[in-house]
């Protein structure tokens, strides 16, 4: 049984079908990667998995329930988070208090998890009194992701975490991010730059036109000639 | 020497301790707005009528006591009145935002509907209230009314210059120091009023967070309420109650609102000074203080003064057009409107 499992979703704004039967999974402590084109519906298929987008058809499970009418702050609940694309931060709320906010639904003491993050970005401790929204582009990021932690999910989504960062702000980010799937978390996410996110994943999903064009592991998308010629730049 | 001291009383008595009162006035209206539009996203025109309405109730809460007798002497009965005042207050704006404003707010209407509709809201609030207590000027203000008179100054200090301090201008300054540290502590170090400052910052990412929007917006309420039915009791307490001058008052509100920065917090305080002492500087008849100061020969003939003092609501409006100009996010850097 997958852990976690969006099957043959279709999905649009009005009546524009942006996700044309695609589907996604992601497994305990596994990574999954959704890479295409512009416009392939990588992003809708996020929102889509996470509740944000009312399905047409197709089922999303979540450790063998069906989950597909839960609204996302219920899924929250269950133990599923999503990392925004933008505005996914508290800009004018220090990294502390974004990660309060991050827990808000705990009642429990926070300042275990809370510790534990710092020790997973240490810079974030050193920053913890500043504002959000005047950190650099890649500590930011670090906020939100540590932002969505605080729920301690089960499942981490990422809608591009590394979009406007540096190369070495990114190999850090995936580092970082393979660091949570140790953890145990299944993590699903969205990636413009398919190579180095290929790279770290334990299955591909290459979506086009929003449809699966190919699933594989990783690693066999990236020795996938057709695959290189077509998305990864040959 | 003497001279110089008169000249500073002269300020205190006129501008300063004036400014004082007033400014933490509308520094509490102001705060109120501010609220409104960094939680629910609209400019809330009613809200001087709100503040009318608080103090209506202070009023009806005031006769009352008087009539049976109950009285906090050498306290104004008003400050009696300010917990029922608040409740009532209160109880009206969960009604309005049940009836009138969760609509627009489920339909995601824009900024611009949202102030057409406060100015509704506005408009009949103002015929409720005309319709409840009357268009004639009530005043309110029982118990000692002065806590130093000009006249006990003069004998105590020997100068020329009296100064006055009104019981209601005390009060005034006291309930807003204590009101707004109140705030300022709810905001900052309560899990409810950090998760009010989230759900301003970034509305989508609060929800993803589990915070209830719901409740969010009734707490919200529930502050403006109180904010409301003080600033507004305070201010008629000092001046006397007039309906027709909270309409009025609304503009300085909202001049002291946008200099500080909309949305900003501490903004709304500041700016509600900054409104305050300016007006009162620009339309002050400086003659008196130049005789104090200059040499006899140079002594001005005339009054000195920038602007008369019906030209009041100028000055904020100068104001507001300046910052709008130069600085349109506020002084403290509240959201653009």
């Known amino acids: 049984m997958t852990f976690f499992e969006g099957k043959n979703m279709y999905a649009g704004y009005g009546a524009t079908m942006i996700l044309n039967g695609c589907s996604i999974s992601v497994d305990k402590g596994k990574i999954s990667v959704i890479v295409g084109p512009n416009g392939a519906g990588k992003s809708t298929a996020m929102k889509a998995l996470f509740g944000m987008l009312p399905l047409s058809r197709g089922s999303i499970t979540f450790e063998g329930k069906d989950i597909v009418h839960l609204r996302p702050e219920q899924r929250v609940m269950?133990?599923?988070?999503?990392?925004?694309?933008?505005?996914?931060?508290?800009?004018?709320?220090?990294?502390?208090?974004?990660?309060?906010?991050?827990?808000?639904?705990?009642?429990?003491?926070?300042?275990?998890?809370?510790?534990?993050?710092?020790?997973?970005?240490?810079?974030?401790?050193?920053?913890?009194?500043?504002?959000?929204?005047?950190?650099?582009?890649?500590?930011?990021?670090?906020v939100a992701v540590a932002r969505a932690l605080m729920t301690q999910p089960k499942i981490l989504m990422l809608d591009e975490p590394t979009a406007g960062v540096s190369p070495i702000v990114m190999d850090e980010l995936f580092d970082r991010i393979i660091d949570i799937?140790?953890?145990?978390?299944?993590?699903?996410?969205?990636?413009?730059?398919?190579?180095?996110?290929?790279?770290?994943?334990?299955?591909?999903?290459?979506?086009v036109q929003g449809e699966n064009k190919f699933t594989d592991t990783g690693s066999s998308l990236l020795g996938n000639s057709e695959v290189r010629k077509a998305f990864l730049g040959g | 020497m003497i001279d110089y001291i008169n000249a500073i009383t002269l300020l205190a008595n006129y501008i300063i301790v004036p400014s004082l009162a007033y400014g933490s006035q509308l520094a509490l209206g102001a705060l109120g707005i501010t609220m409104v539009y960094a939680v629910l996203r609209f400019s809330n025109f009613a809200h001087?009528?709100?503040?009318?309405?608080?103090?209506?109730?202070?009023?009806?809460?005031?006769?009352?006591?008087?009539?049976?007798g109950i009285s906090i002497n050498p306290l104004p009965t008003a400050l009696l009145a300010l917990p029922f005042s608040i409740t009532a207050t209160i109880i009206l704006l969960l009604i309005l935002d049940k009836t009138v404003f969760r609509y627009y707010q489920k339909q995601r209407v824009q900024p611009v509907t949202f102030m057409i509709v406060s100015v509704?809201?506005?408009?009949?609030?103002?015929?409720?209230?005309?319709?409840?207590?009357?268009?004639?000027k009530k005043n309110f203000d029982d118990g000692e009314r002065f806590i130093v008179k000009a006249s006990q100054f003069k004998q105590?200090?020997?100068?020329?210059?009296?100064?006055?301090?009104?019981?209601?201008?005390?009060i005034t300054v006291?309930?807003?120091?204590?009101?707004?540290?109140?705030?300022?502590?709810?905001?900052?170090?309560?899990?409810?009023?950090?998760?009010?400052?989230?759900?301003?910052?970034?509305?989508?990412?609060?929800?993803?967070?589990?915070?209830?929007?719901?409740?969010?917006?009734?707490?919200?309420?529930?502050?403006?309420?109180?904010?409301?039915?003080?600033a507004g009791t305070l201010y008629g307490l000092d001046k006397g109650y007039k309906p027709f001058v909270y309409l009025q008052l609304?503009?300085?509100?909202?001049?002291?609102?946008?200099?500080?920065?909309?949305?900003?917090?501490?903004?709304?305080?500041?700016?509600?000074?900054?409104?305050?002492?300016?007006?009162?500087?620009?339309?002050f008849a400086y003659k008196r203080f130049l005789t104090y100061l200059l040499p006899k020969e140079w002594a001005p003939e005339g009054l000195v003064q920038i602007l008369s003092t019906e030209y009041k609501f100028a000055v904020s409006f100068v104001l507001l057009v300046i910052v709008l100009l130069v600085r349109p996010t506020g002084l403290f850097r509240g959201k653009t409107l």
């Not at chain 1, 978390?185 to 979506?207: P, R």
């Not at chain 2, 200090?157 to 006055?164: I, K, R, Y």
């Open chain 2, 48 to 68: 001087g009528e709100i503040m009318s309405f608080g103090t209506m109730i202070s009023i009806f809460i005031v006769w009352l006591f008087q009539s049976i």
């Open chain 1, 78 to 142: 269950l133990g599923m988070a999503y990392v925004p694309q933008t505005s996914n931060v508290f800009p004018s709320m220090t990294v502390l208090e974004n990660l309060e906010m991050g827990g808000f639904i705990r009642v429990d003491d926070l300042s275990s998890t809370i510790a534990d993050i710092f020790d997973l970005f240490p810079i974030l401790k050193t920053k913890q009194g500043q504002v959000a929204g005047e950190l650099s582009g890649g500590q930011r990021q670090q």
């Open chain 2, 120 to 136: 509704g809201v506005m408009f009949f609030l103002a015929g409720f209230i005309r319709f409840l207590i009357g268009t004639s």
């Open chain 2, 156 to 170: 105590m200090t020997g100068l020329a210059e009296g100064l006055s301090v009104r019981t209601s201008q005390s």
């Open chain 2, 250 to 283: 609304v503009l300085p509100i909202f001049a002291a609102a946008i200099v500080g920065g909309v949305g900003n917090p501490i903004g709304a305080v500041a700016g509600g000074y900054i409104i305050a002492f300016s007006e009162a500087f620009i339309t």
């Open chain 1, 181 to 207: 799937a140790k953890m145990g978390v299944a993590i699903v996410m969205v990636e413009q730059n398919a190579k180095q996110a290929l790279q770290i994943a334990d299955s591909g999903f290459v979506l």
């Open chain 2, 174 to 230: 006291i309930v807003t120091i204590l009101l707004v540290i109140f705030i300022f502590w709810f905001l900052n170090k309560t899990r409810t009023g950090k998760s009010m400052r989230a759900f301003s910052d970034n509305e989508d990412l609060a929800l993803l967070s589990g915070i209830n929007p719901e409740r969010v917006i009734i707490i919200t309420w529930i502050l403006v309420g109180v904010l409301a039915s003080v």
